[in-house]
């Protein structure tokens, strides 16, 4: 299957850092072979990755949500589900494992899953550690997609929280 051309100045999600934006394509020659790579800047992180166009697919890099893919996930903050009875570092695992699938239903589940509200119980410094990477994950695809700043997009994410 051949890779996706994406375009320079679109956003783009990597699963392992997720939003960024494409900012060129470049061909550097290592020991013999020209290599061309997609130069992704992800701002908030304030990192550069350049990545083999070849390996682009397999990496799992892919276009924005869309707005309907967004809307579902929103959705999926608002079912509320039993707590689950599995150990922690199970859990965690899992929780990491769906945040880096980059994928925004998945994000979202790890979002309801770990949100508390103000008179639940606190939590550890492991859940509120998982909780905030799911967030900005979600946040910034969020923010990107609806063309939000983060505030707004933060706004719209606990909205659907609230309602659970």
């Known amino acids: 299957m051949a890779a996706k051309n994406f ?7 990597y699963p392992a850092h997720g939003v960024g ?3 060129g394509c470049e061909s550097h020659s290592i020991a013999g072979t020209t290599l061309e790579l997609l130069v992704i800047n992800f701002e908030k992180d304030k990192m ?5 166009k070849e390996k682009a697919q397999n990496a799992g890099l892919r276009s924005l949500s869309t707005k309907k893919e967004m809307d579902e996930a929103l959705k999926m903050l608002s079912v509320r589900t039993k ?3 599995v150990m922690w570092s199970r859990r965690a695992q899992e929780y990491e494992s769906k945040i880096n699938s980059g994928l925004p239903g998945s994000i979202a589940e ?7 509200r103000s008179n639940d119980t606190e939590q550890s410094y492991s859940e509120r550690q998982i909780y905030q ?11 990107a997609v609806e ?7 933060i706004e719209k994410m606990e909205g659907s929280l609230r309602v659970a």
Do not use: C, M, N
């Open 7 to 13: 375009k320079v100045g679109e956003y783009v999600v």
């Open 21 to 23: 934006k494409l900012i």
């Open 48 to 52: 550069v990755l350049r990545l083999p």
């Open 83 to 85: 707590p689950r009875r």
């Open 110 to 116: 790890v979002i309801r899953d770990l949100y508390r």
């Open 133 to 143: 990477a799911a967030v900005e994950r979600f946040v910034r695809e969020l923010s």
């Open 147 to 153: 063309q939000l700043d983060e505030k707004t997009a």
